[in-house]
């Protein structure tokens, strides 16, 4: 029996949930013994624990293993089988050439003994890895239809891994603290509110999520774009039916969830805001969306166009403040009118807010057809344009009908409670006072000043368009 002086153990396990190693480090114990028997020198041990060799993933140990054989820092190899080395033959061959290239020709497993450097050592080895391959593709396939099995009658998926947010260990029970925070969340997003300022509310609370990582908004969207949450099984991506656990929000909203965080109009860098009517004020004069221009550290909102021989708007401005304060006044004073509490107490057509949204779905998956037609030149520039602009002006309208349809939960709490929250309205950030005034206003017209230069605010040119 040849000396060997700087021998690797090698030893793998593809799954320890638990994290005890306990696995590998019965294999360690064996080999040692095996080494201590034929009186050779252990160098080092390398240990990749819950690492499949079948899946193809890197392997940390394994790798630096090989480098070592590759320096000449290795003289031998002992692992407890030899499917702990390899189960997929094309990484037998490259261990093999690795071996060859460095002289190294023992390698031992508690099965017996091959010599790298020769044919039959080679030809048993290659025998054993394809024979692991086998077992390995046969175990994936069995597990793979165990799983399905498993997602068909409903049943939450078990397969180790951090509980999911919102429930307890047994992923059915919800858990009260992360499920009132997720509900609050799904309101507030629904209601208009940013993921930016829902997150950071959040934080501030100290939610976070299971592993104990910040809610980032990110984070929170994904939490809220999980079918789970709203009583849908998940199997590889797909819905395939509904779960036997708690829902923690009804199927409707998440759909309305999934309809207002996947359109491709949203904006997903958002700064924060510091203007209360972004967006919602049209120039009297030109009919453009007036924007804001700051001027002297005084906010302010602007058309900005200048006069042209078609245009001769030479632009509206006016100060910020006071028309937003109108404007909320405004807003107060007609959520108790007996008019827009009659109508957005009315109930709205969940069918119908479901059929837009499968509309604006099925138009999405057009374009994206629409592009590959063109990119593969079934269809020309200008074929492509045409239809593009049909779809979009399409997918627009159904935006604002579905806007219109589903608006009103930034308001349903207020409905006839003007005066209450008149009393809060200051404590609330931008992000939750632009729904409600979005919820009841449609856009506000300024009227250009009659007088040139500075003046004071002139509430008649305000003129607010109602959505009801």
């Excluded at 399409?394 to 579905?402: D, G, Q, V």
């Amino acid at each position: 029996m040849a000396e060997r002086t700087a021998v690797a153990l090698y030893a793998r396990i593809s799954r320890d949930p638990n994290g005890d190693m306990l696995g590998v480090t019965r294999q360690l114990q064996d080999c040692r013994a095996e080494a201590e028997r034929r009186g050779w020198t252990v160098a080092e041990e390398y240990v990749d624990d819950d690492t499949s060799a079948y899946s193809g993933k890197s392997r940390p140990a394994y790798e630096r293993m090989l480098r070592d054989i590759t320096d000449g820092l290795i003289d031998g190899v002992i692992v407890y089988r030899m499917d702990r080395l390899h189960r997929r033959p094309l990484e037998l061959e490259h261990f093999a050439d690795t071996c060859k290239a460095a002289g190294l020709t023992d390698v031992v497993s508690l099965q017996g003994e091959f010599d790298m450097g020769k044919s039959d050592g080679l030809f048993v080895a290659r025998l054993m890895a394809s024979v692991a391959a086998h077992e390995s593709h046969v175990k994936s396939e069995r597990i793979k239809r165990k799983f399905l099995q498993t997602a068909e009658t409903g049943a939450p998926y078990m397969g180790g891994g951090h509980r999911p947010f919102g429930y307890r260990d047994d992923r059915m029970t919800p858990h009260e603290v992360e499920a009132a925070a997720f509900r609050d969340a799904a309101a507030r997003v629904l209601a208009g509110e940013t993921l930016y300022s829902v997150a950071g509310c959040m934080e501030a609370q100290e939610v976070t999520g299971t592993k104990g990582s910040k809610m980032t908004p990110s984070a929170l969207r994904s939490l809220l774009l999980s079918p789970r949450n709203y009583g849908m099984r998940v199997h590889q991506g797909q819905i395939i039916g509904e779960g036997t656990w708690t829902p923690l929000i009804s199927a409707e909203d998440g759909e309305r969830l999934r309809l207002l965080l996947t359109d491709p109009k949203r904006r997903t860098n958002r700064a924060a805001r510091r203007y209360l009517l972004s967006g919602m004020l049209i120039c009297g004069k030109c009919g453009a969306t007036m924007k804001s221009h700051p001027r002297n550290g005084v906010r302010r909102y602007g058309c900005g166009i200048q006069s042209t021989k078609h245009n001769p708007c030479k632009g509206t401005y006016i100060v910020a403040e006071p028309v937003e304060a109108l404007i909320a006044e405004a807003v107060l004073v007609r959520l108790d009118s007996p008019e827009l509490v009659g109508a957005l107490t009315s109930t709205v057509d969940e069918d119908k807010v479901h059929a837009v949204g499968d509309e604006i779905a099925s138009d999405q998956r057009r374009m994206d057809d629409l592009a590959a037609m063109f990119a593969d030149g079934d269809i020309s520039r200008e074929e492509w344009k045409v239809a593009r602009d049909r779809i979009e002006a399409r997918m627009e309208a159904n935006r604002k009908a579905l806007a219109r349809m589903t608006r009103r939960d930034a308001i349903e709490d207020y409905i006839g409670q003007g005066a209450s929250l008149r009393d809060q309205w200051d404590s609330l950030n931008l992000s939750k006072q632009v729904p409600i005034i979005k919820a009841v206003i449609e856009s506000v017209t300024i009227m250009p000043s009659r007088a040139s230069g500075m003046q004071r605010f002139d509430p008649s040119r305000v003129q607010p368009v109602w959505r009801l």
